[in-house]
């Protein structure tokens, strides 16, 4: 639940990627309201971000479940930049469950680098798979907006959050020693949505994103596509933690 990005929240230099403002931003916030209402499920709907006055119950909510407080200006740090990439469940007028994220230009390797910052489910709904639903609206948002990759931290001992980012696609990139301040490890998660160039070479997942081209000839020496990459991904950063 904690965040690089929210430790360095006040020396932030990484660009921002607008969400929203022009014609594919809108047609892709339409595609995600048909989205949202097809997650519906008997009382439990899906609702992007609205304004200042859903402020109190993400907080309240995401404060139950923290490693570590964060301030208000935290909140709106992430929340006011990236509104389009703010989900919350509701039941009835409860909010149940909540995701912020942020997408930005990865000054080191210049890709448009996602981020989960927080996500909460209230406990007594828990295993009804709201996280992996939140999970996957802000990933198809990330993928809308030209995002690469997607990354975030979760505790080590967590299970739970590393079985629901495991089965959305996730992969272990490193642990992170005494990364909160209770002293806990953390482990940086990622979520590729291009693979990077030198992937096929077995140089990981450090290069820039593939070129359409590379991508070309890597479809025509058979190298398989889609899901399949994505498995493939997994296998080679799996092994590169052996």
């Given at each position: 639940?904690?965040?690089?990005?929210?430790?360095?929240?006040?020396?932030?230099?990484?660009?921002?990627?607008?969400?929203?403002?022009?014609?594919?931003?809108?047609?892709?916030?339409?595609?995600?309201?048909?989205?949202?209402?097809?997650?519906?499920?008997?009382?439990?709907?899906?609702?992007?971000?609205?304004?200042?006055?859903?402020?109190?119950?993400?907080?309240?909510?995401?404060?139950?479940?923290?490693?570590?407080?964060?301030?208000?200006?935290?909140?709106?740090?992430?929340?006011?930049?990236?509104?389009?990439?703010?989900?919350?469940?509701?039941?009835?007028?409860?909010?149940?469950?909540?995701?912020?994220?942020?997408?930005?230009?990865?000054?080191?390797?210049?890709?448009?680098?996602?981020?989960?910052?927080?996500?909460?489910?209230?406990?007594?709904?828990?295993?009804?798979?709201?996280?992996?639903?939140?999970?996957?609206?802000?990933?198809?948002?990330?993928?809308?907006?030209?995002?690469?990759?997607?990354?975030?931290?979760?505790e080590f001992t967590n299970e739970g959050?590393?079985?629901?980012?495991?089965?959305?696609?996730?992969?272990?990139?490193?642990?992170?020693?005494?990364?909160?301040?209770?002293?806990?490890?953390?482990?940086?998660?990622?979520?590729?949505?291009?693979?990077?160039?030198?992937?096929?070479?077995?140089?990981?997942?450090?290069?820039?994103?593939?070129?359409?081209?590379?991508?070309?000839?890597?479809?025509?020496?058979?190298?398989?596509?889609?899901?399949?990459?994505?498995?493939?991904?997994?296998?080679?950063?799996?092994?590169?933690?052996?």
């Amino acid at each position: 639940m904690s965040d690089q990005g929210v430790k360095d929240a006040g020396v932030e230099t990484e660009e921002a990627v607008p969400a929203g403002g022009d014609q594919d931003s809108r047609l892709s916030a339409a595609s995600r309201a048909t989205a949202l209402t097809a997650l519906e499920d008997g009382d439990i709907r899906y609702v992007p971000y609205k304004d200042e006055s859903d402020m109190p119950s993400i907080v309240k909510l995401i404060e139950k479940d923290l490693s570590e407080p964060y301030s208000i200006f935290t909140y709106r740090y992430f929340i006011n930049n990236w509104p389009d990439l703010c989900f919350l469940t509701m039941q009835g007028d409860r909010c149940v469950g909540a995701i912020v994220c942020k997408l930005e230009v990865h000054r080191c390797r210049n890709t448009h680098r996602g981020y989960i910052a927080m996500l909460a489910v209230e406990k007594d709904l828990r295993g009804k798979k709201i996280g992996s639903k939140l999970v996957r609206l802000c990933l198809d948002q990330m993928r809308d907006l030209g995002a690469d990759e997607c990354v975030l931290e979760t505790e080590f001992t967590n299970e739970g959050a590393l079985a629901l980012y495991r089965s959305m696609g996730f992969v272990k990139e490193k642990r992170l020693h005494k990364y909160y301040l209770n002293g806990n490890d953390a482990y940086r998660l990622k979520y590729l949505f291009k693979l990077p160039q030198g992937f096929y070479d077995g140089l990981g997942c450090l290069g820039p994103p593939m070129d359409p081209l590379r991508l070309d000839e890597a479809s025509a020496q058979g190298i398989p596509e889609g899901q399949e990459e994505e498995e493939k991904a997994a296998d080679v950063v799996q092994e590169a933690e052996s």
